[in-house]
């Protein structure tokens, strides 16, 4: 458990999060929709990252290109040479983490490691491009998380990984006591999982006196939004940059 503020969170008030860059005006995880977050406002974003069969580590959610590129490929079995010339949407290509680190020295940038295959690339980047101190890095597997933690060092801000948040949402409601390791900062979470609540006021009561940050994702719509500072959430994160950005900007909290 933490007890002092990273920089990645060093920040006056709830933090506003454009998740993928935004979907508002150009297509999520696009450097033109990072650039768009950015022209708003926005100090942070949310990425994840996949890495190629060459080991080149690329700001892209899904792990194959059908969705959002139309091509029957997947990231893992593909060269960077390859991927380089589809397009998100037809319109815009896929980036590199280090472009994305690169483009805006200033932004603060979640990171969801989505692959094993990402997780040397990803702690390389880090390195290379001295970024730890504005990154937080998240994964939705334990063991990975735990290897990023362990290859970072204690200067790594990382959020929870899924037994972590499981033990959280436990000790919210029997109050059974846990620890965590010195490098986890947040607890970024859905307001509900499986139908269970796990953002609920006594869920903020604890973060708090755990000196952990809760950040909620996805949330969209701008009631809800309000709903959730109104609880006293440490940040939100949002496809709706511009929504979040107007409920922000009402309580004061906008750049």
Known sequence: MSTARHPYLQHDGPIAFAHRGGTSVAPENSLRAFQDA????????????????????????????KRTCGEDLAIATSTWSRLSSARIDGTDPIPLMEDLLGSWPDLRI???????????????????????????????????????????????????GPREVAKFVAATNIRTPFSLPPTVYAAQVPVKQAGLPIVTKRAVQLARKMGVAIHVWTIDDPLEIAQLLDLGVDGVMSDDTRALRDVFAARGFWP
Do not use: W
């Open 38 to 65: 950015v022209d708003l406002g926005y100090q942070y974003v949310e990425t994840d990252v996949h890495a190629t069969s060459d080991g080149v580590l690329v700001a892209f959610h899904d792990d194959d290109l």
């Open 110 to 160: 979640n990171i969801d490691c989505k692959s094993e295959g990402a997780l040397e690339p990803l702690v390389a980047t880090i390195k290379r491009t001295n970024s730890i101190d504005r990154v937080c890095i998240g994964s939705f597997s334990d063991s990975r998380l735990q290897r990023i933690r362990d290859a970072l060092g204690d200067k790594a801000c990382t959020s929870m």
